[in-house]
Each structure stands twice: as C-alpha cells, then as structure tokens.
C-alpha cells in the first residue's frame, strides 16, 4: 500500500483527540498529490464532515470560485485543514485538538513537498506563521519558511459574512497568481 493510501486509512481510523467521537466522517483532504500548491483552512464544518471532504458547504463553493478566478482549483491544489474532525457547532479547533492533529498534515506535506502553502483564515496562518500573525492586518503577505512560500488570506467564511472583505481578497489572489507565475510553479 502507498504512503498516503497509509497515512489516509490511519487518519480515517484515529482517536487521538475528543474530536474523534463526534465526526461523522473524517475528512482527509483532497487535490493531486503533485500539486506544488497546498491550502490549508481550520476544520471540517457541517457539510465537509457529512461528506468527507473539505470545503463543500457554502464556504467551498466560495472558495472554488475563488480559485477558478486564477485558474486553480481542486484537480491542481491539495486542499486540507488542521484538523480533521468536525469541532461541534463549527466551534474553533481547540490547540490540544490541532496538536493532537497536526502530525496528519505534517506527514502530508512531506509527502507531497508543496512549494506554496496559502493559509485559510486565522486559525492556520497562525499555527503557520506565529501567535503574533493577525490575519486583518497580515493577510496577503508573503513568508518564506526553509524554501516553502507562505502565506494567508480570509477564510473564505469570514468572506460569506463580510462582503466588504472581498476586495482585497481578490488583491491577495492576484498576487498568489502573479507568485506562481514568478515561481515558475507547474498548475
Ligand atoms: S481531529 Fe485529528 S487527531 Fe482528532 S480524532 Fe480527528 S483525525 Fe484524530
């Protein structure tokens, strides 16, 4: 069996944090396991942990159209969150719960070597990029980490409650586009 086939199944079988006994799916993470592009949001919500899979709720399909603005999407970006299970009542993954979760995505990302992390929301950049990283006033910069570009923009939730945030979302999109391209990244 293959190393992420490996990792999935123990994944999908983990009792490690409370969180565990109130999912009903465990919800991994999807896109190619080439993708040189990961995005990275906080938890699975209502929709995500009925289906399995992340980013399928309203919040998903603001997030895919986001992408389809710079020409990503799920068939060339791995999408995943920090945590795995569904926190109840869409609740903020406690830290005991990302710590018990973080060595999934940890092991994801070695096997999957991105060159470009995008944090989603607060919850991620934050676990990313330091306790001082304020996605209000941070959002949109870059950080580079041992050779991997970093950075955040809004939790595509937060866009659905504030419109007023759009705009320099799409900012903060344009430059992840004009970053793939400076890279050179394959989509
Ligand atoms: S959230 Fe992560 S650590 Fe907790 S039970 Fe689910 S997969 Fe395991």
Redesign the pocket.
Known sequence: MDSWKLLEEG??S????????S?TH?V?GVGPHTSDILFVGE?PGQQEDLRGEPFVGPAGKLLDDMLLIIDLGRYNCYITNI???R?PQNRD?LPT?QD?????LQEQMRLLQPKMLICLGRIAATRFLGSDFKISRDHGKWYQKDGLWITAIYHPSALLRDVSKRPETFRDLKSIQAKIKELGLAI
């Open positions: 994944c999908l983990c009792q490690k944090c409370p969180l565990g006994k999912r465990t991994f938890g945590v795995k299970c926190p993954p719960e018990a979760c973080f060595p999934f």
